[in-house]
Nanobody
């Protein structure tokens, strides 16, 4: 009973920034933990970042630490992924996912129950 819609992807050059949005509906927004995952061509889906219901517990993949920031705005029922200093290896389809809220924020895709349709991020010169 949770629907997620990603937006904000696009084609950018290395070093540029993008902000992805994940609009959540169908359940009280504050009751879900939300994560971002990505899948590049020929690769498995990988964890990017996650945030719990409080917004004060986050988890990041090592590959994006210091460059990406996950945040949430309960009033807008939206989770954001601010992506700075983008690299070609960040090119992927980015998905947001949700699950029942936990204190911890899991990094495995199988821990999440609801998924958006994905948004393409392409980083190329």
């Amino acid at each position: 009973q949770v629907q997620l819609v990603e937006s904000g992807g696009g084609l950018v050059q290395p070093g540029d920034s993008l902000r992805l949005s994940c609009a959540v509906s169908g359940r009280t927004f504050s009751s879900v933990t939300v994560g971002w995952f990505r899948q590049a061509p020929g690769k498995d889906r990988e964890f990017v970042a996650a945030i719990n219901r409080s917004g004060y517990t986050t988890n990041y993949a090592d590959s994006v630490k210091g460059r990406f920031t996950i945040s949430r705005d309960n009033a807008k029922n939206t989770v954001y992924l601010q992506m700075n200093t983008l690299k070609p290896e960040d090119t992927a389809v980015y998905y947001c996912a949700a699950r029942r809220s936990l204190i911890a924020v899991p990094s495995r895709d199988h821990e999440y129950d609801y998924w958006g349709q994905g948004t393409q991020v392409t980083v190329s010169s």
